[in-house]
């Protein structure tokens, strides 16, 4: 790593405040987040060689990187830290049509640490430039901590660098950089009876549907339902980063066995129907023939897995066919039996 110290009295200021910006903006102070698992397309067309509101400057501390048209970016890693790999791609150019001309994007990792002789630039890694690819690996990467990418677009002939408009796509992973979200497990509830969901996560939270929750701000608000309902978790961290996730919680309600099928392709009764199983998507299923060999069984009853009188896909004979279910619920450990008249 390579340190360079500044004196800077706002630091604190810094640290503590973050704002989303237009992701051509070229202002440190501005840094636009870059997420776990999302790309971002962007560009330096708007920057300048202003690359902070506050003066600071950055030319004495990064001199492998030009900074006359420089765009910021940033990422904070989670409380592990560790792993995260940063592509740069379609990286593309444009400037004087002489091909003696070399249009490239400058690249540099860094973060900041504050000591009572000022501020610490840390380069996590060289300087990289290049027209087409760049990636960054790093397994080391402090927890809990806020990283810097400044990019900057150049071309040169001979040893005269000169500033140039350039357009890349930006992508970053790793396990340092997972976020923290988990809205819970799938729950079976019953109808009107007030349970509580168990999210979790760093940042603010958010759930919707909102109407059947005593708060839509908390993690593990209490609620009822009168129907199977998919709830979505939005959790916003103090970088910008925005992360979801879904829980779904089915209603327990009471199922209706059909007794007969009458399988003649009429479109009437040609499959054997439980009212409300949709409720129950992990349910097992097995039906048998009076000698107690086992005709039909699935995982799930949907309608494209209802029983239509056949085994091995060939018809079977008029008669009596037991059924047993279990409705695989961790609220409802019943098993329903009962028997299913085959017509023909």
Not at 273 to 288: A, Q, S, V, W
Not at 298 to 318: C, D, H, M, V
Request: with cysteine; proline share 4%.
């Amino acid at each position: 790593m390579f340190k360079y110290i500044i004196t800077l009295f706002f630091f604190k200021f810094l640290l503590l405040s973050f704002f989303c910006q237009n992701s051509n903006n070229n202002l440190f102070e501005e840094a636009f987040p870059l997420c776990y698992g999302q790309t971002i397309s962007s560009n330096n067309a708007n920057s300048n060689s202003t690359h902070s509101s506050n003066n600071f400057n950055f030319d004495s501390l990064i001199n492998c990187v030009k900074l006359d048209n420089s765009s910021w970016f940033k990422f904070t890693t989670n409380e592990i830290g560790g792993m995260v790999d940063i592509i740069i791609n379609q990286i593309n150019c444009i400037g004087d049509s002489n091909l003696v001309f070399q249009n490239n994007i400058e690249v540099v990792p860094l973060y900041f640490t504050n000591f009572s002789s000022g501020l610490v630039v840390d380069l996590v890694d060289n300087c990289q430039t290049s027209n087409s690819n760049i990636s960054f690996s790093f397994s080391d990467l402090l927890p809990n901590q806020v990283y810097y990418l400044l990019i900057d677009g150049y071309n040169a002939i001979d040893t005269i660098p000169i500033s140039t408009i350039c357009s890349y796509q930006i992508q970053i992973s790793g396990s340092g950089l997972k976020p923290a979200i988990d809205a819970g497990e799938d729950m079976f509830v019953f109808p009107g009876e007030e349970f509580q969901l168990s999210g979790f996560g760093i940042g603010n939270p958010n759930w919707y549907p909102t109407s059947f929750l005593d708060s839509s701000n908390s993690l593990t608000p209490y609620l009822t339902i009168s129907s199977t309902t998919e709830f979505l978790l939005t959790l916003t961290e103090d970088g910008g980063c925005v992360y979801e996730d879904r829980v779904k919680i089915f209603a327990q309600i009471p199922l209706v066995f059909f007794n007969t099928i009458t399988p003649n392709n009429d479109g009437k009764n040609d499959q054997w129907r439980i009212k409300n199983i949709e409720n129950y998507p992990f349910c097992r299923l097995e039906i048998f023939n009076k000698w107690g060999q086992i005709v039909y069984q699935s995982i799930g009853y949907k309608e494209n897995q209802r029983w239509n009188g056949t085994f091995n896909e060939k018809q079977l004979p008029a008669g009596t066919y037991f059924y047993v279910l279990d409705v695989g619920s961790n609220s409802n450990s019943e098993i329903y039996r009962g028997t299913i008249n085959l017509l023909r």
